[in-house]
Nanobody
C-alpha cells in the first residue's frame, strides 16, 4: 500500500516549536510536490505550506508565513514542517500530501490546489498548543 506517514506531533506550549516529518511508504517522494494541510476542530482542511518537486518556490498561508518552514530531504526520502512561535490557533491535525502535478503556487487564486488533486495523503498528526 502506498501512502504517507506523519510523525512529530504532540502537545506544546504557546511560543514553542515542533517539527513534523512526512515519510512515504513504498514510493520515492522526490518526484512529487509536497503540501502540508491543517484541519482545526470543526473547520475545513486548509493548505498551509507547499513545496514543488523542483524544491524551488515555496508558498505559505498568511497564518503561518514567517513561523513555519517546509522542506524536504530527498536523500532521506522525507519532508518536514518546522513550526516555531506556535499559537493556540495552530492546534489541529496536520496532514502531509503528495502530488505529481505541478500545483504549488501555480494558480494565485488557489495556491495549494484542491484536495482532490493530491495523489497521496498521510493519516494526520495531532498538534495541540496549550499552556
Amino acid at each position: 500500500q502506498l501512502d504517507l506517514v506523519e510523525s512529530g506531533g504532540g502537545l506544546v506550549q504557546p511560543g514553542g516549536s515542533l517539527t513534523l516529518s512526512c515519510a512515504p511508504s513504498g514510493f520515492s517522494l522526490d518526484i512529487y510536490g509536497i503540501t502540508w494541510f491543517r484541519q482545526a476542530p470543526g473547520k475545513e482542511r486548509e493548505g498551509i505550506a507547499c513545496l514543488p518537486r523542483s524544491g524551488l518556490g515555496t508558498s505559505y498561508a498568511d497564518s503561518v508565513r514567517g513561523r513555519f518552514t517546509i522542506s524536504r530531504d530527498n536523500a532521506k526520502n522525507m519532508a518536514f514542517l518546522q513550526m516555531h512561535s506556535l499559537k493556540i490557533e495552530d492546534t489541529g491535525t496536520y496532514f502531509c500530501a503528495a502530488v505529481f502535478k505541478n500545483l504549488c503556487n501555480v494558480d494565485p487564486e488557489n495556491v495549494f490546489g484542491a484536495l482532490g488533486d493530491y495523489d497521496f495523503w498521510g493519516q494526520g498528526a495531532q498538534v495541540t498548543v496549550a499552556s
